[in-house]
Nanobody
């Protein structure tokens, strides 16, 4: 069974870059047709999908966040990383990493990590 665990700082200052890492176990991030996503949920709001890194290493981002988002990976550690630049208090949210199927459904999720952006 695939397991995911987010890690990173819980507090980031405005204008800085938020960086979170997702460590995957029970499956390889390079397995064909495994896709790896970042999703966030601001307080009192719904889930917002941020972007994905495919098993090939290519990426695709939400158009609304594309200019500030970067997803990369370290295959030797079976990890993938989110970087969100120029953060604002509105970026305060619980951030989740998740595995996507080839049909773009999320079937495994991390527990989520709270990130607060201070002004």
């Amino acid at each position: 069974q695939v397991q995911l665990q987010e890690s990173g700082p819980g507090l980031v200052k405005s204008s800085q870059t938020l960086s979170l890492t997702c460590t995957v176990s029970g499956g390889s991030i390079t397995t064909a047709n495994y896709y790896w996503s970042w999703i966030r949920q601001p307080p009192g709001k719904g889930l917002e999908w941020m972007g994905v890194i495919f098993y090939s290493g290519s990426t695709y981002y939400s158009p609304s966040l594309k200019s500030r988002t970067s997803i990369s990976r370290d295959t030797s550690k079976n990890q993938f990383t989110l970087q969100l630049s120029s953060v604002k208090p509105e970026d305060t949210a619980v951030y989740y990493c998740a595995k996507m199927t080839a049909r773009w459904a999320h079937d495994y999720w991390g527990q989520g990590t709270q990130v607060t952006v201070s002004s």
